[in-house]
């Protein structure tokens, strides 16, 4: 049985006198159904502040809709959650501040690129500094500029996302979901879409934004950045968590067969 978490339960930092765990993602018991298919059968997660936590199994494990429910792009049909501090509880009526203090919380790269064709590189990062942060345009260009330095890009502000590559279109979503200085970063099968090479250029600058202490859940197939990168390792199976632990003990030695079976099978 899964248990609840409580409103305030989040804590802030490490509490040295409690030991208490400051976790900035907690999900209890989360459930999804769609058109009466359960997707998400009672997920509940932990993710520590600074913790990189990869995702991985099969296609239509509920990988993806457990990140959308996490930023409410999916309403969870039970349950509840506290992301960064924020309680949320499935079936209620969540404001638009709440959504909007959500999303400034939490950053979020797609499979698909989602940039806005018709903008620059560079105004597609000022534009949600402009409507969430209310930043300045020039506050916004100037914090644009400098986060396409970050992901190596900076020669490519005044092009068009047609223009570029996947793998660069990729990095400027995720320097377009660093302006807002989230304090959660969700990644869903980023490099999915790309070949190799464009891959690990995303995974390069995945792997930067894990060092600067970012916490971070990952939905991937990317077994190696699992492995070498993550702390945490979620296995997921037909709507549930089948497995979980440290990344190399998991892949090395899976208690479940299941887990064996997947890794066989990816591995190939």
Same mark, same amino acid.
Request: include cysteine; glycine fraction near 8%; aromatic fraction near 4%.
């Given at each position: ?96 501040? %709440? ?58 502000? %005044? ?110």
């Amino acid at each position: 049985m899964a248990e609840t978490v409580e409103p305030g339960h989040y804590s802030g930092k490490r509490d040295i006198r409690t030991n208490a765990v400051n976790y900035v993602i907690e999900l209890a018991a989360i459930e999804k159904a769609f058109a009466g298919h359960q997707v998400l059968k009672k997920v509940s997660l932990r993710v520590k502040e600074g913790e990189v936590c990869s995702i991985i199994g099969p296609s239509g494990a509920g990988k993806s809709t457990l990140l959308r429910c996490v930023n409410l792009l999916e309403q969870p049909d039970g349950g509840n959650m506290i992301i960064a501090g924020q309680y949320l509880e499935a079936g209620r009526s969540h404001s638009r501040r %709440d959504l909007l203090t959500l999303r400034r919380n939490v950053g979020m790269v797609f499979q698909s690129f989602n940039l806005f064709p018709h903008m620059t590189v560079l105004d597609n990062i000022v534009l949600p500094q402009r409507r969430v942060l209310k930043c300045s345009e020039e506050q916004a260009r100037t914090r644009g500029k400098e986060l396409l330095e970050r992901v190596g890009l900076a020669d490519k502000a %005044d092009a068009y996302p047609a223009k570029i590559s996947g793998g660069q279109q990729q990095r400027v979503a995720i320097a377009r979901a660093l302006a807002l200085d989230p304090k959660v970063m969700l990644f869903d099968e980023p490099t999915s879409a790309l070949d190799p090479e464009l891959a690990q250029e995303v995974l390069a600058v995945m792997k930067e934004v894990a060092a600067s202490g970012m916490t971070m859940l990952v939905v991937t197939h990317e077994m190696g950045f699992a492995r070498t990168i993550g702390d945490h390792l979620v296995v997921m199976e037909d709507g549930a968590i089948i497995e979980q632990g440290v990344p190399e003990q998991v892949m090395s030695d899976p208690a479940e067969e299941r887990t064996r079976k997947f890794l066989s099978a990816v591995n190939r």
